[in-house]
Antibody, heavy 120, light 108 residues
Framework: QVQLQESGQGLVKPSETLSLTCTVS??????????WGWIRQPPGKGLEWIAT???????YYNPSLRSRVTMSLDTSKNQFSLSLSSVTAADTAVYYC????????????WGQGTMVTVSS | EIMMTQSPATLSVSPGERATLSCRAS??????LVWYQQKPGQAPRLLIY???TRATGIPVRFSGSGSGTEFTLTISSLQSEDFAVYYC??????????FGGGTKVEIK
């Protein structure tokens, strides 16, 4: 069965760029059957969708973050990544990667999440 | 952007009782509504999609209903493992995908 695992910086300084990677095992990110996404959750708060990417590289971003976000695929490593620039304390959150089947506009498999803290 | 509002924020229920959670959209989302369950320290888990279809492996005590702007998640007989936070999410008009603020179901 497919599994997702986030990795990346746990601590980022204000104004710098947050970079995270999601490694997919048990399935291929090159499959046309799936989209891949990032969702975050500030401590004690709700969920916020960040971005989604399709196997062909088409990306969809949250307009509130669009100017600072880049999402990409690395098919050779079966990974996808997130880059968020000019971070502030408001970007402190648990970041989840997740899978969205093409026909099911819902995230059906999630990574365990990784905590990212923005602090000097 | 479609705003999703969940109520109540906290629901206190005794084990074995029924729980009814509400989700309201700021404009019609048809049946393009999803429910997730999240337990402390865990990632969300997909419960319901298409407003009323249970995801794979979800017990029949979970049911979803509604369309347009008003949706309900019902847990017919709460089990100990059901105490968690529940989120709704719309995908009718995106980006952005938007989530409700969540309803915490706690033990009464």
């Amino acid at each position: 069965q497919v599994q997702l695992q986030e990795s990346g910086q746990g601590l980022v300084k204000p104004s710098e760029t947050l970079s995270l990677t999601c490694t997919v095992s048990g399935g291929s990110i090159s499959s046309s059957s799936y989209y891949w996404g990032w969702i975050r959750q500030p401590p004690g708060k709700g969920l916020e969708w960040i971005a989604t990417i399709y196997y062909n590289g088409n990306t969809y971003y949250n307009p509130s973050l669009r100017s600072r976000v880049t999402m990409s695929l690395d098919t050779s490593k079966n990974q996808f990544s997130l880059s968020l620039s000019s971070v502030t304390a408001a970007d402190t959150a648990v970041y989840y990667c997740a899978r969205r089947p093409w026909l099911l506009v819902a995230f059906d498999v999630w990574g365990q999440g990784t905590m990212v803290t923005v602090s000097s | 952007e479609i705003m999703m509002t969940q109520s109540p924020a906290t629901l206190s229920v005794s084990p074995g009782e029924r729980a009814t959670l509400s989700c309201r959209a700021s404009q019609s989302v048809s049946s393009n509504l999803v429910w997730y369950q999240q337990k402390p320290g865990q990632a969300p888990r997909l419960l319901i999609y298409g407003a009323s279809t249970r995801a794979t492996g979800i017990p029949v005590r979970f049911s979803g209903s509604g369309s347009g702007t008003e949706f309900t998640l019902t847990i017919s007989s709460l089990q100990s493992e059901d105490f968690a936070v529940y989120y709704c999410q719309q995908h009718d008009s995106w980006p952005p995908l938007t989530f409700g603020g969540g309803t915490k179901v706690e033990i009464k």
